[in-house]
């Protein structure tokens, strides 16, 4: 009964079904022109160094011809020093191609995997629900790798390859059209044997690609527990699955390799049989006198040329089909909708009251039957609203209304009378302050984490709030005081600390409306005596929001709000609640204390 | 074990394919022979028969040679992959073997890119040096020797350039190797931000500090971006330089050659020839950079997997038939130190105490006072630095890891779970378990009614780190998961901290009808007071143990735990009361 297994299948079949894409390549092209001048540059040190590398053998066989031949001495070393200079500038414009070309290459890898990052961050929540952490991160590098070491050979390649074919066949049919007209005979089989191989094998590099991406998400997910994985001992179960995945990525890289491994090798092969097929028609064409044996020898020799630079390409084959794979993975990201961008007369809204307003909220998530059914309350500046109720009720969605992680389908939200609709995101969310169920901690020091709440607070401030939230005390026994580095996944500090570091962070934003989501399980009794004062101080004069999950911390509440199945169905405070005699009633008595 | 020894099995496979490349080679070498003599006898004759039958041949080696490419492509791609699956295999194999305390020592995205990533190097790498990588040394030595046969005067240039040139390649690869390691560094920064970035998504956009995690992104992304383009354009000078020399070669061999000519010492012919080779080798070399660089990446890549390949690993012992028997669950501590670093206080300090077969410890001790690190000392997740954790009276350390592990349900602070459906994150505990043992399982973590809520109930897929799930239902699937396997210890780490009491209650009720020795971490006075033995602990010392009636009697501390409790349950029952 593997995990996930299911999802995943899903995700690679839905995409199979494309072909490989000459938009991908288009696009990948587009990425490359923002920098249109240095690439120029480099197209024209391309032209240049083949003019160049053609002069050479020119001018060596002119000297052959010359000095060797005929045996004479003057004039030997002025045309020595011309050959060596155009050795030279071959060498130094071969140099500077590469040189610009990497610099243009990576520029272009570096900006798209920041639009990729940004992206990410734009992206709605629900995206992330259902996708694997490591997944997602197999795009910014695996893939993103690939179209790098591309970028860096092939363009240059992809360009010197052109020029020598368009030179060579000017040449050839200037020499005898007749005979060129044989040599290209092969060039649609060529084309053929491309095109039969490419179609193959672009959906094998893209299955590796994504195989590859699913083996990065099972490795980051289970490397990440690997600690529970030890306390279970499941050792061979995760590794019978990890080889499930390697299997996988074996067999699609195999056949995608080795199918266009074909292409150099049949390149090979026409290449040859041109070779024979001129030979064989040159030689008659010769006995017949259609052509001088000396332009069917010279032809030979252009045959080999004109094959040369298609050689290359097929020989660079495998790590384009690669890399647009690779590439098309991260376009098919970039391409996702964004959370909405802020209305066109969104404006930044500084200082709010915090009076908050829901009226005739209705919501649905795409497929989940959860939803929020015409949902209405106020509350007024600084009041503590409770939302309670079974899980699935809708305490999260109030909450993900209110901070717009979406949008309602029906109704309206206002704070301080203005729909959230009219200001962006940014000043909305600056505006609130939370306390998360899962702690996240990120990998910097102390002060950096609680910082994290405000950035441009000062160290005292920092300070200030991690003393309010009695963390002041634990941060400075440790060694480092508030320069102590948190590893990624906070180890180092305990549960109950992590806790009380992500409540100074919630103290140092100052937020007007606080959002506070089974804040103080994991704390022990006495530190949490303390941090209920904090939080109490905290609260005063703010409005605040509590997913409670325990009942008996929301008595204070002004407001409770009792949520099922979507709906409001009972509204006030706890004294007011328990006359009612209703769900809340039966929910306090029946000691469901624990709600969701 | 080093990733050089995995390359071993396919020696004879890569033989193989060397023989294949040489026979396309050869056919390459002979083919203009080939169609020199087509023109000498065949066209020049005007005799039809010989192009007809040499065309032939000439047609036919290339069909040999086509059909060896392939094979040799063939063969290439399967040692390639193959490798790279066992290298892959091995690495993950040896992080599932490796001890607790070694596995933070490399964030989980570095072992992320070493497996993916370092491994795709590696792989890339033996398949060209299959394919094409012994080509142009190939030709550069059959050229030189060529050469000197022609002419051995003319030819020593080549004879003092080439070595000049070995030298300067190996200290290309020698410094390419460095700089990509750094390379490899960097990824392994930008994976590790986008990783956090990833996990704590819900509060990047919450507390919405985009400028900052771009910032954040943006320098290690510009990092990695600064350091491949040094690192590549440090390799591409070699080209360059490379064809530098050999050009200027030929250029000596011109001018050399037409003195020569002139004191009789050389034909014309013979000059021609040598500068032809010339020309041949310096085309073999631009062949060259291509290769060097995915050499040094390879070397750097390969290192790093040979860091975590040597990795100590947990000493385990062999299972003994003694040690294989089921637990019975008597928990001895005597003496126990430990300490997570060398340099670092003690989590632990000479602690003792001993629980029997089916009884029931709480230890109670403030945020960070050692908690957790006394319950990673039984399943032996550490080991002890001092004194000695007993299981049945048996040392922990004469127990194998999977026969200890296995009869232990361990419940973690964190509940992390995995993709999947509910049923199989419960199955997790036990592979082979059947729905009703899940849902058994599920109904003593008082779960049960909860998952059949969900609309698809058992099969509700669980998101990755459970996101989908609260506080509260996270901890009593893992629960769950724990207690699927009917374990003879139970280890609660402060797993019911999102439990009312009341639900408290039920689960403990429930647990009480497991045969198991229980050990419960809580800040709860009403969870710990019935237990057989309550641990208080502060800052890794032992302060008091006994029961609930013997500690607050006297312990001080405890009292004033009870105390402040005590008061806030009564201020609860009265407002209750007061309705």
Known sequence: MPLQRINNKKTIEQTDGKNVSFDTVKRLWMELSNKKGLLICVLLLVLINALLGIAGPFLIGKAIDQFIYEKVSSGLIPLLVGLASVYFFYSLTTFLQNYWMIGIAQETVFSMRKRLFEHFQSLPISFFDKRQHGELMSRVTNDMDNVSSTLNSSVIQVFSSVLTLLGTISVMVYLSPLLTLITLIIVPLMFYGMKWITKRTSKLFKKQQRYLGDLNGFIEETVSGQKIIKTFSQESYVMDEFLEKSTNLRKAGYWAQTYSGFIPKLMNMLNNLGFAIIAFAGGIFAIHDIVTIGVMVAFTEYARQFTRPLNDLANQFNTLLSAIAGAERVFDILDMNIEENDEADASDVNAFKGKVEFTNVSFSYEKDGNTITDANFLVSPGETVALVGPTGAGKSTIINLLSRFYEPNQGTITIDGISIQQMTRKSLRRAMGFVLQDVFLFEGTIRENIRYGRLNATDEEVIEAAKQANAHKFISRLPNGYDTMLSQDGSGISQGQKQLLSIARAILRDPSILILDEATSNIDTVTEIKIQEALQRLMKNRTTFVIAHRLNTIQHANQILVLQAGKIIEKGNHETLLTKRGFYFSLYNNGEKEVG | MKVMSLIKPYRIAMIIAWILMLIELMVELVSPLLMAKIIDEGVLQADLHTVTVLGLVLIGISLLAFASGISNSYIAYYAGQNLGYDIRKNVYAKIQRLPFSSLNQFPTSSFITRLTNDVTQIQNVLFMSLRIALRSPLLIIF??????????????????????????????????????????????????????????????????????????????????????????????????????????????????????????????????????????????????????????????????????????????????????????????????????????????????????????????????????????????????????VYIDNQDVRRFPAQVLRQQIGYVPQESFLFTGTIKENIAWGKREATMEEIEQAAQDAQIHDSIMQFPKQYDTIVGQKGVNLSGGQKQRLSIARALVRKPKILLLDDSTSALDLKTEQKLLEAIRGYDCTMLIITQKITTAQHADLILLLDEGELIAKGTHEELLSTSSLYQKIFQSQNREERKENATAANK
């Open chain 2, 143 to 388: 050229g030189t020797v060529m050469a000197l046969f022609v002419h051995a005067k003319l030819a020593l240039i080549f004879v003092v350039a080439i070595p000049l040139l070995v030298v300067f390649l190996i200290f290309i690869m020698r410094k390419g190797f460095v700089f990509f390691q750094s390379v490899q560094k960097k990824l392994d920064r930008v994976n590790s931000v986008m990783r956090e970035n990833l996990i704590g998504i819900r509060l990047v956009k919450a507390f919405y500090n985009r400028s900052f995690e771009q910032n954040r992104f943006v320098t290690v992304n510009r990092n990695l971006k600064n350091t491949t383009m040094k690192t590549l354009r440090f390799i591409e000078l070699t080209a360059p330089l490379l064809l530098l020399l050999m050009n200027f070669c030929i250029v000596l061999i011109l001018w050399y050659g037409n003195r020569e000519m002139s004191f009789g010492g050389a034909q014309a012919g013979e000059i021609v020839a040598i500068v032809n080779y010339g020309t041949r080798i310096t085309n073999a070399l631009s062949m060259l950079t291509f290769i060097i660089m995915a050499f040094s990446r390879a070397k750097a890549s390969s290192d790093r997997i040979n860091e975590v390949l040597q990795m100590e690993e947990e000493v385990d012992v062999e299972a003994q038939d003694s040690a294989n028997a089921t637990l019975k669950g008597a928990i001895e501590f005597k003496n126990v130190s430990f300490q997570y670093f060398e340099d670092h206080a003690n989590a632990i300090s000479n602690l003792s105490f001993s629980v029997q077969a089916g009884e029931t410890v709480a230890i109670l001790g403030a945020t960070g006072s050692g908690k957790t690190s006394l319950f990673q000392l039984i399943p032996r997740l550490f080991e002890a630095k001092e004194g000695e």
